[in-house]
């Protein structure tokens, strides 16, 4: 079970048309929460076999305590229906747990929330706890 008193990194991947321009700016959007400002890094995802580079379609988030995954996932929400891209969006754990959002998904943050609970109930305890 994961820890959320420890923290975690979770890689968040943007796919689809133009997502390194759509990265940008979740990765902006994400910096802008506070329980999450500081704790998004973008990264390079390793380049496809006939690739010549990667560009920026990988983030990496650092939560905690204090329910910074259900504060991610909300925020991933509002991010997609305010873009209404053809843009699906993964938060995957070290250990292989992964929730996708698209924008039709993200339309019902409280379905999206309630898989997040699944994969991550410490995240949503706390989270409702605070």
Same mark, same amino acid.
């Given at each position: ?53 990667? +560009?920026?379609? =990988?983030?990496? #988030? %650092?939560?905690?305590?204090?329910? @910074? !995954?259900?504060?991610?996932?909300? &925020? ?33 943050? +409280?379905?999206? =929330?309630?898989? #997040? %609970?699944?994969?991550?109930?410490? @995240? !949503?305890?706390?989270?409702?706890? &605070?």
């Amino acid at each position: 079970m994961l820890e959320m008193s420890d923290a975690v990194d979770l890689q968040v991947v943007v796919e689809g048309a133009e997502a390194e321009t759509h990265a940008v700016g979740l990765f902006n959007w994400l910096g802008s929460e506070d329980e999450l400002r500081g704790r998004v890094r973008p990264q390079r995802r390793a380049p496809k076999p006939g690739e010549m580079g990667s +560009a920026v379609e =990988l983030l990496t #988030v %650092a939560v905690g305590s204090g329910g @910074a !995954v259900a504060v991610l996932i909300q &925020s991933v929400c509002t991010w997609l229906t305010s873009r209404g891209a053809d843009v699906k969006v993964t938060v995957t754990t070290a250990d292989g747990r992964r929730v996708e959002v698209d924008v039709r998904r993200a339309a019902d943050p +409280a379905a999206v =929330l309630r898989e #997040v %609970a699944e994969q991550f109930p410490a @995240a !949503v305890e706390r989270h409702g706890e &605070s």
